[in-house]
């Protein structure tokens, strides 16, 4: 299924009772999942797991209440028979509920992944000028200043989404508050040479060394939310890359050849498992910090301790 399949059966409403969402813009993914809840008038409730969310639709099922259950990279439920997966399919298991689950990445050779392609939507990254006519349209923002947001975002949409927020609620010209902004280092930029050094450790899984980086870090003041950034950056790329057995590396992953080479050099020092971990772990906490969580401070020492200690 592709997402225009998906937007009609939004716009109809006449939706199936399983999906799974694959992909790393998690902010659109989630924007998808409130419109299809909305276009049923259901609420959606956010689960750590599959079977969590059986016990809750157990629960509404009392109150006669229905909701879109969310589910967020669970990977027990990928180990599911084949029956129990098609129990899910065939909306047996939730009765009037809807069941989305999201994944960043999934095995194209296991049987799950065959037997749920027909309600599988992949959410590749937003081109730039899609982005760009977006953010034009929200708040006013420059072609150029869009395309710089762009770019000191790494393409990251949920990214993006947060600077706007900061511009947004600056207020007057959002163009001469972005350069305000800007001035001050409240917006999120690329980062300097000591990140690249710092995250380069961790990937080639030199513990000492990235503590060593990460107090010149702190030292000279780099933010931790840009070294979230950069080492999320880093190791999917890793991870795409050393995923990546065969065919066209640069067509399949959207690499560029400068990414890939840079990957090349840091493959193998994990696992393919530890590298999804690490990048739910970034993930976690990254979302944990815009909660108010977990401070912002404590973010990357808490990466470091949870991969070396």
Request: aromatic share 8%.
């Amino acid at each position: 299924m592709n997402i225009a399949t998906l937007k009609a059966k939004i716009k109809s409403g006449q939706l199936d009772k399983f999906y799974v969402f694959v992909g790393e813009e998690i902010e659109v993914m989630r924007l998808y999942v409130n419109q299809l809840a909305k276009s049923v008038n259901k609420k959606v409730q956010v689960c750590e797991s599959v079977e969590i969310a059986v016990k809750q639709m157990g629960k509404g099922a009392l109150l006669n209440e229905s909701k879109v259950y969310y589910v967020i990279d669970d990977d027990d439920f990928i180990k599911q028979s084949e029956k129990v997966i098609n129990a899910f399919l065939s909306g047996e298991v939730q009765r009037d509920n809807i069941l989305v689950l999201r994944y960043i990445s999934l095995d194209k050779r296991t049987k799950f992944y065959k037997a749920i392609t027909d309600r599988l939507i992949e959410f590749e990254q937003l081109k730039s000028d899609l982005i760009v006519s977006h953010l034009k349209k929200k708040c006013g923002l420059s072609e150029k200043n869009c395309r710089t947001l762009i770019e000191w975002c790494s393409q990251d949409y949920g990214r993006i989404l947060l600077e706007l927020d900061k511009i947004l609620s600056f207020g007057g010209d959002p163009n001469e508050a972005f350069e305000i902004l800007t001035a001050c280092g409240v917006i999120h930029r690329d980062p300097e040479d000591a990140i690249f050094k710092l995250t380069n450790a961790i990937a080639q899984r030199n513990g000492r060394e990235a503590l060593r980086l990460y107090s010149d870090c702190a030292a000279i003041g780099e933010s931790n939310i840009a070294i979230l950034s950069v080492l999320y950056n880093t190791i999917k790329q890793v991870f795409q890359v050393q995923n990546c057995v065969s065919g066209d590396i640069q067509k399949l992953t959207g690499l560029t050849q400068w990414q890939i080479n840079s990957a090349k050099a840091r493959l193998h020092k994990y696992s393919n498992d530890d590298l999804k971990t690490m990048l739910y772990l970034i993930r976690d906490v990254d979302t944990q910090i815009k909660t108010g969580k977990i401070d912002e401070a404590l973010s990357v020492p808490y990466i470091l301790i949870q991969l070396f200690a």
